[in-house]
């Protein structure tokens, strides 16, 4: 699913991040639950406070406790108990009089406080009476954005009860510095898990590229040279490569041997089919040589110039059948080099002695091809001398040239006739020919041409034109 490596990369950083949002997320529930811990500490002491207090004030003989000392008692018993809680206030509150005492021994400010906080004057009054009212300890808790303030109250006698009070900070500088301390703390390893993701790609890919540019470099006939990159996987990866490439290689060239011998076969699979016709093909010119010499002979005009024309010229054919079936049976060698295609061709129309034949211009004029031009102008020239005997009758024979995707298309166009399909898949083999006078030899050596160049030769016929094409490759040829 994730076949790139930059997608991989990605995720594992992916993962990184969640597990970094996780761990954010992990601190600030452990803050929570720490700050929970504290409220109920604070909320202990704040009550165990208020209970101290009406403890000893309620263990007092009832003669301290007398309305005359009463509040002496208050007041000694306030300090006493508070001084053992660091930051809780507290006093009593009268049902009838309403505060009656206040204390606050470990006020860390200057001076001694002494004066009821106004502004929680309401909230202890309500506390103090519910209290009072209920017969029991209450507590009354406020939060905000600073603090969380804490506020008992737990009743003495009928008519008053004590009351504690402290504040706890909610925000602290300590917590706030370790927080920031863990948040900048994840932030760096995020940052530098996308560096070194951002690292290992470019390095990797990098790496990669030195070897897909040895392959690209490598010829395809030649075994690739990988130089080492460093890193073991890729090392290992052109490794494989180069023992594949060998293995290919061998493998090539086996086929080169088989490929070798299948055409020498072949070759002579040919040489036999040719030695049946060939008997008959040079028997036909002899013939008629032998019986126009022994008419000469037997008139008496041994200097007949009809005669000698006819010997000449079956002379001449026989020359052609021997020529052609010698280029059949003989391996051909080509000696390839870059040719200017346009000014080629063109002359090899000039050479012949057909005036009806046009080369239309190439797309571009100056497209130059690795070839043999002697062997590939033997293949044209028997194209368009074919297409000049079977064309109809006072129509030009053109010339069309075309290049693309790395084929060179060599197409020789003619009107005239289709060929039987019996016949049109047979073209290319000797002796099949749609002539009387024809021995079937020209196309066969096209396509024995087109073949040494590692090309094909094709025939089509399209709204009448018939079309003889040569594909040749450029790296091939």
């Known amino acids: 699913m994730l076949s790139s490596l930059r997608h991989q990369l990605l995720l594992v950083w992916m993962l990184m991040v969640v597990i970094c949002c996780s761990l954010s997320v992990l601190l600030y529930e452990l803050y929570g639950q720490t700050e929970g811990v504290k409220r109920a500490q604070f909320q202990q002491q704040v009550e165990s406070a208020c209970s101290r207090i009406a403890q000893r004030y309620q263990g007092a003989s009832e003669a301290a406790r007398s309305s005359g000392n009463a509040s002496g008692l208050r007041d000694v018993v306030l300090q006493l108990v508070l001084a053992d809680f660091n930051g809780i206030e507290g006093g009593i509150w009268s049902r009838q009089q309403g505060p009656v005492g206040y204390a606050y021994p470990t006020y860390q400010g200057s001076g001694i406080k002494s004066d009821l906080p106004a502004a929680e004057r309401g909230n202890i009054e309500v506390t103090a009476l519910r209290a009072l009212a209920e017969g029991r300890a209450t507590l009354y808790m406020r939060s905000s954005n600073r603090e969380v303030l804490f506020l008992a109250a737990c009743p003495l006698d009928a008519g008053t009860s004590a009351w504690t009070m402290t504040r706890m900070p909610t925000v ?13 703390l994840l932030l760096v390893l995020v940052v530098i898990s996308a560096v070194g993701a951002g690292w290992a790609f470019r390095h990797w890919d990098r790496k990669l590229s030195q070897v897909e540019d040895a392959l ?3 010829d395809t006939s030649t075994i690739p040279t990988i130089v080492p990159t460093g890193s073991k996987e890729l090392d290992r990866l052109g490794a494989a490569v180069t023992r594949y490439a060998t293995r290919l290689a061998e493998s090539r060239q086996a086929q080169a041997r088989l490929t070798t011998e299948l055409t020498r076969h072949e070759r002579l699979v040919t040489l036999g089919r040719m030695v049946a016709t060939v008997a008959h093909e040079i028997r036909n010119p002899i013939a008629t040589m032998r019986l126009a010499a022994e008419n000469a002979l037997a008139e008496g005009r041994v200097d007949d110039s009809d005669h000698l024309q006819l010997f000449l010229t079956q002379v001449q054919r026989l020359e052609g059948v021997v020529e052609s079936l010698l280029t059949m049976v003989q391996p051909i060698h080509l000696k390839t080099r870059a040719v200017a295609i346009g000014p080629w061709l063109q002359e090899l129309i000039d050479t012949m002695s057909y005036r009806d034949i046009e080369l ?17 102008g033997r293949a044209v020239e028997n194209l368009l001398r074919n297409a000049i005997q079977h064309r109809t009758p006072d129509t030009t024979v053109y010339l069309e040239v075309n290049v693309s995707s790395g084929v060179m298309t060599i197409d020789v166009v003619n009107q005239g006739a289709d060929i039987p399909p019996a016949l049109s898949g047979q073209l290319f083999e000797p002796f099949v020919s749609g002539r009387v006078d024809g021995n079937g030899l020209g196309l066969a050596l096209v396509r024995e041409i087109a073949h040494a160049h590692h090309g094909v030769a094709r025939y089509s016929h399209t709204d009448g034109m018939t079309h003889f094409t040569l594909e040749l490759p450029w790296r091939a040829s």
């Open 216 to 218: 690209a470099a490598a």
């Open 172 to 184: 602290g500088a300590s917590f706030y510095h370790s927080l920031l301390v863990g948040m900048t």
């Open 360 to 376: 239309r211009p190439l797309h571009d004029a100056n497209v130059s091809w690795r070839l043999d031009p002697d062997q590939l």
